[in-house]
């Protein structure tokens, strides 16, 4: 993905928020960070995670290792919401809530 990405760095002024699921690859995550804060400014990128409950336990734990190995200050936001929902006795959509609560 990030091949198809040519942006000049140094007049990138703004706030970059990135939404990954989890689909993806911590060392894409890593060069995608790189690629929009290549001078590592804190406050520049926002990751919002948004996957399922399991997914939180399993995989982004492996996300946020990758990030911080490879040095990089970004900021997590979680959408609980997302990848948690059941459809209830009476057919409405909802979510149970010991699984937003990760």
Same mark, same amino acid.
């Given at each position: 993905?990030?091949?198809?990405?040519?942006?000049? !760095?140094?007049?990138?002024?703004? #706030?970059?928020?990135? #939404?990954? &699921?989890? $689909?993806?690859?911590? !060392?894409?995550?890593?060069?995608?960070?790189?690629?929009?804060? &290549?001078? !590592? $400014?804190?406050? +520049?990128?926002? *990751?919002?995670? +948004?996957?399922? =409950?399991?997914?939180? +336990?399993?995989?982004?734990?492996?996300?946020?290792? =990758?990030?911080?190995?490879?040095? #990089? *200050?970004?900021?997590?936001?979680?959408?609980?919401?997302?990848?948690?929902?059941? $459809? =209830?006795?009476?057919?409405?959509?909802? +979510?149970?809530?010991? =699984?937003?609560?990760?």
């Amino acid at each position: 993905m990030h091949e198809y990405l040519h942006i000049g !760095n140094e007049r990138l002024k703004v #706030q970059v928020v990135m #939404q990954v &699921s989890n $689909k993806m690859d911590p !060392n894409e995550l890593v060069k995608l960070i790189e690629i929009f804060n &290549s001078n !590592n $400014k804190p406050g +520049r990128i926002t *990751i919002i995670v +948004r996957m399922g =409950a399991e997914n939180m +336990r399993v995989k982004f734990p492996h996300l946020i290792r =990758a990030v911080r190995r490879a040095g #990089q *200050i970004v900021t997590w936001v979680c959408d609980p919401m997302h990848g948690n929902t059941i $459809k =209830a006795p009476c057919g409405l959509k909802t +979510r149970p809530f010991d =699984a937003i609560l990760v």
